[in-house]
């Protein structure tokens, strides 16, 4: 049997024992999470059925460009999702990944491993969901606020509720939850959620910065922009021994290349997500199924 067949008849296991052995034996773990782990928390995501993507052009929302050409439709549509957001509450999927991160939990599991959580995810909850096991559980709060806890998350496009000056002589950044973040684009939601016309807000009524006063623009890294942290993110895959892949579909670089650098690396790679995904037929391991469902029973937390 030559290589390719072998190859080309690689089906991934979906055996939960052998995934625990597996973690269990792991010494540098990462996680690259998607939109998919958002989505049980109600967070639309972007190119499945129903996404964002298959019904705005993101290039006309989502780009340097489109934000110059028309700030008022761009900033409607974040503010959109910027309440999608604040009215969501981090699920199991979050919480799993969350309180893997905090090494007197993953010892129990991954004896001898280190984690990082690499995010796609711009919506806050994997964050939110630190927060909350450190509310919950006070007998964590000290390590959840641990430099090497609160690090071990990268947001690698940024986050949504940071507001950036768009003056190059100011680009203060701030963090803001404000509901709306300006009166104008109060109701705006609707544009996106129940198809309302969309209203022109003057660009004197928009975000503006809370330093020098300039239009501001939302913290989130838009194509063509360069994601957060790559040099450390390049380092943390080189190292890896176990890359988890939860609720992405694989497509938005250079994120969807890291599970391929880590097999071609000698690691074991495990794909959570609710179908099928491109590439998914490479992984050592695939579990489908809600991420919500299947990561807590899959990091021993359920």
């Excluded at 922009?225 to 892949?245: F, G, S, T």
């Amino acid at each position: 049997m030559s290589y390719r067949e072998s190859y080309s008849e690689h089906v991934p296991s979906s055996d939960m024992p052998s995934f625990t052995a597996t973690l269990k034996a792991s010494k540098h773990i990462i996680a690259v999470a998607g939109a998919g782990l958002s989505a049980a928390s109600g967070i639309p995501t972007f190119r499945g059925a129903g996404g964002l993507w298959r019904k705005y052009d993101a290039i006309g929302l989502a780009t340097p460009q489109a934000f110059q050409a028309n700030p008022s439709r761009v900033w409607q549509f974040y503010h959109y999702r910027r309440e999608k957001a604040l009215a969501a509450q981090p699920n199991p999927g979050h919480l799993a990944l969350a309180m893997f991160s905090i090494p007197s939990i993953r010892h129990k599991m991954a004896p001898r491993a280190e984690f990082t959580l690499i995010t796609q995810n711009v919506d806050g909850l994997s964050r939110r969901a630190l927060e909350q096991i450190a509310a919950t559980h006070p007998e964590l709060a000290d390590e959840v606020n641990s430099p090497a806890v609160q690090n071990s998350m990268l947001e690698m496009h940024g986050r949504l509720f940071d507001v950036v000056c768009t003056n190059q002589a100011c680009r203060h950044r701030e963090h803001n939850t404000d509901s709306p973040i300006c009166p104008a684009l109060a109701g705006t939601e609707n544009v996106f959620a129940k198809d309302e016309p969309e209203p022109h807000i003057d660009e004197a009524d928009l975000p503006r910065c809370s330093k020098c006063g300039s239009l501001a623009r939302p913290g989130v890294v838009w194509f063509e922009e360069m994601p957060w942290y790559l040099d450390r993110i390049d380092d943390l895959v080189d190292q890896a021994d176990l890359c988890i892949v939860v609720g992405t579909s694989s497509t938005v670089y250079p994120a969807a290349g890291y599970a391929y650098v880590v097999r071609e690396n000698g690691g074991k790679t495990a794909v959570f997500n609710l179908d099928r995904s491109e590439g998914d037929q490479d992984a050592d391991f695939l579990f489908l199924g809600p991420a919500e469902a299947t990561l807590p029973k899959a990091l021993g937390l359920q």
